[in-house]
Every structure is written in structure tokens, then in C-alpha cells.
């Protein structure tokens, strides 16, 4: 059968992940988070004092990214892939909310964005990929034949990532979670190189009031309709 490349962008916490998760399993694609990516080179330069009180040494993390390593592994025990930095699975570090507040600003550099881009591009040269983040459709794979642009209100998804958080142990005001979210929303739609929109030819989708069944039942029947069945 003919393979896609999907491309899921939006805010943060808008389920992009769960999303192509679903796709890449249905599919049996392969799923990548590039949020997990940059969050691994803000980990990096937190772990090498890079970046103080939300200030970072923007000079000294370009003569350091020859050294960062960013990869992901398969773990078949969970069923996932897992994300390393110099060969360390980092899969659970770089989800608290030290990196969460750090990480857009990592993003905002050009050469780091390089980096990770180039390496993405790869990942999805034979396509066959559900990759999510900020700038899949817009950069990274502007061709993608199915394009999906997530939105929800800001409070439901600063409850989802709440109820995320909490449920793995970690403590945190709902507050906190929400103005991260927010801040980072406006960091991502302001920068300057590679900006969070909703690219042309995007489908946007809502999902504040939508189930999660319901939203795969929407978007598989999207995927299909890119997928001609008759001539694969
Ligand atoms: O999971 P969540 O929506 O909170 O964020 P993420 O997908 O893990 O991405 C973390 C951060 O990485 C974002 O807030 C962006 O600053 C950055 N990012 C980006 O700039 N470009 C991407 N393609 C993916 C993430």
C-alpha cells in the first residue's frame, strides 16, 4: 500500500501525541516526536549550566551541538520508541518542568533547529511517518500529504498536562502548568525562524469537546482519503 508522510502540528497539549501514536500504530508507521528532540538539547544545557535563570548561552550551545547526540531506540517491552542523549535514555528526564521552561527558548535557536531538522528529514525520507511538533508542516516536510493543525482552549489543555503530571508522581500547581503552557505557546508562535502557524493546506481540528475515538475515526478517514486504495 502507498505510504504518507503525516504531518501534526499545534500548541502544546493538544493530544498531537496520542494522536500519532494511534496513526503510527494503525498504520504501522513510524511515530516521531520532535518535541522530545529539542527537549533533549534543552536537557543537554541544563545538565551543562548552559542556561541560568532562563538566560542561555546561545554561543556556548553552538560549539557544543557537534557533541549532542540525539537518537531514539525501539523498546519492545513497551512497545515504543525512547529517546537517548549521548547514548543515555533520557525519556523520562526531559518531561519535567525544568526542561517544559527552557525548552522554547532552545528551540528559538536557528542552529539547533538545523540540527534537529536535518536529522528529522532523514528519519522521514522513505515516508511512512506520523511526526508531530511545531514546524512539520511548515519545515520540516512541507510536502506531507496529510497535514493536521491541533487546537484546544488553553484551560483544557493545561488540565490534560496536569492530570499528566500528577498521575506520574510529579508535584505541581495547575497554575504552573498553565503558565508554562501559555508562555510557551507565545514563544513558539513569535520566534523568529520556523514560527508555529497553521500552514496552508492544514486541516485544523478542535478537539476541546472531542472524544479520543471520535478524533481517530475523523482523522482516519482523512488518511484514507489520501490513501487511494485502488492504485497503491
Ligand atoms: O508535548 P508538548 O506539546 O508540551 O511539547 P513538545 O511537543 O514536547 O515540544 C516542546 C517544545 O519544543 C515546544 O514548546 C517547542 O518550543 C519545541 N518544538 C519546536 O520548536 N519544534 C518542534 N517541531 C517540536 C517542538
Redesign the pocket.
Known sequence: MKKITIAIDGF???G??TLAKQLAQKLQYVYV????M??AVALYALQHKLIQNSVLNTEELINNLPLIKVAFQYNASLKASEIYLNEVNVNTEIRTMEV?NT??IV?SVPEV?QQLVALQQHMGAKKGIVM?????GTV?FPDAELKLFMTASADTRAQR?YDELVAGGTTVSFDAVLENITS?DH??STRED?PLFKSEGAIEIDNSKLSLDHQFEKVLALVNSKIDFKNP
Open positions: 502544546s497539549s493538544t498531537k501525541s516526536d520532535s518535541g522530545a529539542y527537549r517544559s525548552v522554547s528551540a533547529r508531530d511538533g511545531r514546524d512539520i520540516v498536562r510557551r514563544l513558539d520556523s
